[in-house]
């Protein structure tokens, strides 16, 4: 990795932390999200360890100012939808339940997949939750800052997809993985974790998102198991996956990422979305079909700077509040 890259992630990172204070409102909720936001601090496009290593560094320091002295306060031994206690299992011994919750997730559950190993993630389900009847899933997937390794909760204490999620459908079932990277090893678990809760919850509709290096996972999920979605949004992000399998199975898709994303630009985003539209097109769909299966958004600067965001790659987290971007999503 060239050293003029890792010192703008380093100083994009620090402008971050300099937005640390907030409070109780919804306007300070938003702001919380970009002081947490992934930023330029994931590695998915080199394999240079050491200067990883360097970033991590930082990025922990980042993540203790959120989680230390406060988090015993944020943390609650109840949650607000179903309790811990409720959580079903199809087998003894697969899953091991989490004993606090945060915000109405239950927080650090444990799938222990007999192929994928163990699989940390909050879970929220609604209070309203019977089995008799059909639930429709949604499984955000964390940027760099929300992956296991930044402390218990990282994930939904810095995004708020899994938050914002509930005003279009509160009786959903959102799943939120703390995974431990953005390549193969994590989706096989994504695909693991959503098949275990299709397992144990009577679910109709799956729908994902994947923020960041959630959105490169979230594409490698996507090429081994379109079967298990409904529609998905990828944001700010790359696609690495095959898209083939995507166009195979119709499956909805929405690109959203800001045009000048100071981590990956926006050029991977609009040639994925360009391949996708290459293969439709020559599966003999119409302009209008295609429409309704690919949206490629690509946001001016003026959107974050309007949204209060210092970059436009942290200031992906503000999609999660956009109604017409989250509205998409749920209306499949």
Same mark, same amino acid.
């Given at each position: 990795?060239?050293?003029?890259k890792?010192?703008?992630r380093?100083i994009?990172?620090?402008?971050?932390l300099?937005?640390?204070?907030?409070?109780?409102?919804?306007?300070?909720?938003?702001?919380?999200?970009?002081?947490?936001?992934?930023?330029?601090?994931?590695?998915?496009?080199?394999?240079?360890?050491?200067?990883?290593?360097?970033?991590?560094?930082?990025?922990n320091?980042?993540?203790?100012?959120?989680?230390?002295?406060?988090?015993?306060?944020?943390?609650?031994?109840?949650?607000?939808?179903?309790?811990?206690?409720?959580?079903?299992?199809?087998?003894?011994?697969?899953?091991?339940?989490g004993?606090?919750?945060?915000?109405?997730?239950?927080?650090?559950?444990?799938?222990?997949?007999?192929?994928?190993?163990?699989?940390?993630?909050?879970?929220?389900?609604?209070?309203?939750?019977?089995?008799?009847?059909p639930?429709?899933?949604?499984v955000?997937?964390?940027?760099?800052?929300?992956?296991?390794?930044?402390?218990v909760?990282?994930?939904?204490?810095?995004?708020?997809?899994?938050?914002?999620?509930?005003?279009?459908?509160?009786?959903?079932?959102?799943?939120?993985?703390?995974?431990?990277?953005?390549?193969?090893?994590?989706?096989?678990?994504?695909? *693991?974790l959503?098949?275990?809760l299709?397992?144990? @919850?009577?679910? /109709?509709?799956?729908?994902? $998102?994947?923020?960041? !290096? &959630? +959105?490169?996972?979230?594409s490698?999920?996507?090429?081994?198991?379109?079967?298990?979605?409904?529609?998905c949004?990828?944001?700010?992000?790359?696609?690495?996956g095959?898209l083939?399998?995507?166009?195979?199975?119709?499956?909805?898709?929405?690109?959203?990422?800001?045009?000048?994303?100071?981590?990956?630009?926006?050029?991977?985003?609009?040639?994925?979305?360009?391949?996708?539209?290459?293969?439709?097109?020559?599966?003999?769909?119409?302009?209008?079909?295609?429409?309704?299966? *690919?949206?490629?958004?690509?946001?001016?600067?003026? @959107?974050?700077? /309007?949204?209060?965001a210092? $970059?436009?790659?942290? !200031? &992906? +987290?503000?999609?999660?509040?956009?109604?017409?971007?989250?509205?998409?999503?749920?209306?499949?």
């Amino acid at each position: 990795m060239k050293s003029g890259k890792i010192m703008t992630r380093i100083i994009g990172f620090f402008i971050i932390l300099s937005l640390a204070a907030c409070n109780n409102s919804e306007s300070s909720t938003v702001s919380n999200h970009i002081q947490n936001d992934d930023s330029l601090n994931t590695f998915s496009n080199t394999s240079d360890t050491s200067k990883a290593d360097e970033i991590t560094v930082s990025q922990n320091e980042h993540i203790s100012v959120e989680t230390s002295s406060e988090s015993s306060d944020i943390l609650e031994s109840t949650n607000e939808g179903i309790t811990t206690e409720e959580i079903p299992t199809a087998d003894a011994g697969l899953l091991t339940r989490g004993i606090e919750s945060y915000r109405g997730f239950s927080v650090d559950n444990v799938y222990h997949s007999p192929n994928d190993g163990e699989i940390h993630f909050n879970l929220y389900v609604p209070e309203s939750y019977d089995n008799s009847r059909p639930y429709a899933l949604f499984v955000t997937l964390p940027g760099y800052e929300g992956l296991y390794f930044q402390g218990v909760a990282a994930n939904i204490k810095s995004e708020e997809f899994g938050f914002e999620a509930q005003k279009y459908n509160p009786e959903m079932i959102i799943a939120a993985p703390q995974l431990s990277d953005w390549r193969d090893t994590s989706a096989n678990q994504t695909i *693991a974790l959503t098949e275990f809760l299709l397992d144990i @919850y009577s679910i /109709d509709k799956v729908y994902a $998102n994947g923020y960041s !290096g &959630g +959105g490169e996972t979230l594409s490698l999920v996507l090429e081994k198991r379109t079967d298990l979605f409904t529609a998905c949004l990828h944001v700010s992000s790359q696609w690495d996956g095959d898209l083939q399998p995507v166009a195979n199975a119709r499956l909805p898709i929405y690109f959203a990422i800001g045009e000048n994303d100071e981590y990956y630009g926006s050029k991977p985003v609009k040639t994925a979305y360009d391949e996708l539209c290459g293969i439709y097109e020559k599966q003999g769909l119409s302009s209008d079909e295609i429409a309704e299966l *690919a949206v490629l958004d690509v946001k001016s600067h003026d @959107y974050f700077v /309007d949204a209060g965001a210092f $970059n436009e790659h942290g !200031g &992906g +987290g503000y999609f999660a509040f956009d109604s017409e971007i989250m509205g998409w999503l749920f209306e499949h």
